[in-house]
């Protein structure tokens, strides 16, 4: 289970990003984050991992508050949560099965566990033919498909995929959309951020809406919504975790 219980960041430059936001997102489920630019999405999967740390409140990944981890914990915190990112951040001079066992590779996983690894990968991603191609080769969906299935390498128990269809037409971002429902339904957490309110009308989706830092909707049970604070509470008494003041790990930007 992930909690956020009334997380806000401010940026040393005065940027409220987030403001005192809470929710918990269960194993297994499949939840939207939206709400425009600047609104904090993308703050929210930073936290996650720990590459800055909240101004006030606390993050739960696992029953561990994540703000106290110690930086050799860190690694393996994010082994838990793949990231795909907006920007993709992908390799230009390597190819789409070497872009994807990367992490593998960083890992120490052997050949062949890695070539097992990615062709599974490549199948499920829709990506069958594109192993030898270079990015520059890909149009924007399957780039995002790449980006995906790099993330999934390390078989994280959450996927957090920052605005998948931001660069995407319509149709091809509801594809995008179903390939990350296929990969929840196989048992990995998805969160997914976007920007986009034309995609997100299913009213059985979970939806978290940010605006200006703010979580103004969860549609989320309210009998669900109002047990975040017990359970932190039961976290705190049961693992001995209590508010500590925060520390930089390094200089911090904008998001």
């Known amino acids: 289970m992930i909690i956020f219980d009334q997380v806000s960041k401010t940026f040393p430059n005065g940027t409220v990003a987030l403001e005192g936001v809470s929710f ?3 194993p297994k489920e499949f939840v939207i984050v939206t709400g425009p630019s600047g609104a ?3 703050t929210l999967l930073r936290l996650l991992l720990r590459e800055f740390l909240p101004s006030g409140g606390r993050i739960f990944v696992d029953k561990v508050d994540i703000s106290t981890l110690k930086k050799s914990g860190i690694p393996e915190l994010r082994r838990q949560i793949g990231a795909a990112f907006q920007d993709f951040k992908l390799l230009p001079d390597w190819t789409v099965g070497e872009n994807i066992g990367l992490g593998l590779e960083i890992l120490g996983e052997g050949e062949a566990e890695i070539a097992d690894r ?3 990968l490549l199948e499920l991603t829709g990506l069958k033919d594109k192993s030898p191609l270079f990015p520059g080769q890909l149009s924007g969906g399957e780039l995002q498909r790449v980006v995906i299935a790099r993330a999934l390498a390390p078989e994280p128990k959450v996927l957090f995929a920052d605005e998948p269809t931001g660069n995407l037409d319509d149709a091809t971002a509801r594809q995008i ?3 990350l429902k296929d990969i929840n339904k196989l048992g990995t957490t998805v ?3 976007t920007h986009n309110p034309r995609l997100v009308n299913d009213p059985k989706e979970r939806l978290i809406v940010l ?3 703010k979580l103004v909707k ?6 669900k919504i109002s047990s975040i604070s017990s359970a932190v509470e039961g976290l705190s008494e049961v693992e001995g975790h209590k508010p500590t003041k925060k520390k930089k790990d390094h200089p911090e930007k904008e998001t």
């Open 218 to 223: 969860d549609t989320r049970s309210k009998a």
């Open 191 to 193: 969160i997914m951020a």
């Open 118 to 120: 990615v062709n599974h």
């Open 40 to 42: 904090g999405k993308t």
């Open 177 to 179: 959309i179903s390939l």
């Open 24 to 26: 918990t997102v269960d």
């Open 211 to 213: 605006e200006k830092g």
